[in-house]
């Protein structure tokens, strides 16, 4: 008898260390550190802002590019996967708010209607759900944060290709070590969030 509650004792034991260990990996954002070290996938610093100086053009002169159109649209939990798990797990219990598949033609075609130079996205999903929105071949390059296939689109920024080049990009998560994707810890029970 004596040795079932050694064993039952010991397993106990065994199970609460194994708890407290999970625990603090997950505290301490092991699982982002994991991936991070096992796919290369530390964010791109942001620029220096010496990095590209800019030359002031003086006088009454208007710019050579011509006038631009920007549009930022806050899209507020604009995923399909938000939307797969709220059917799963809540019974479709979306607390007032519309699916966002009934947002998104809405959604395409304001931003459509005013035919931008320069969009910013927020609250954004994945790459197909801002292709959902902004059609891949609707001219467009798309900057955000990239792992292989995998797009986070949470601060999307997408610019004109005929318009704009490229030339520098980078990211910076909102928690204690900005270089760390998918940090968290900038605010109690705050979401994922990073600057483009």
Known sequence: MLRWIKRIAYTLLVLLLSALALAAFIRFQGVQYFFAYTTGGFARPL?????????????????????????TYNIFNGAALVERLVERFA???????????????????????????????????????????????????????????????DSALLFRTARFELLDSGQLWLGKNPDLPMAYGFKRLSMLRYAN
Request: aromatic share 10%; glycine share 12%.
């Open 47 to 71: 620029p220096k802002v010496d990095a590209y100086p800019v030359q002031p053009q003086g006088g009454n002169n208007p710019c050579a590019s011509g006038p631009l159109t920007v549009v």
């Open 91 to 153: 019974n479709g219990d979306l607390n007032g708010f519309r699916p966002w598949s009934e947002r998104v033609p809405e959604i395409r075609d304001r931003i459509a209607s005013y035919n931008p130079d320069l969009i910013g996205l927020q609250e954004t999903g994945w790459d197909d759900d801002i292709a959902a929105i902004i059609p891949r071949d609707a001219g467009y390059t798309l900057v955000s944060y990239k792992i292989g296939d995998f797009e986070y689109g």
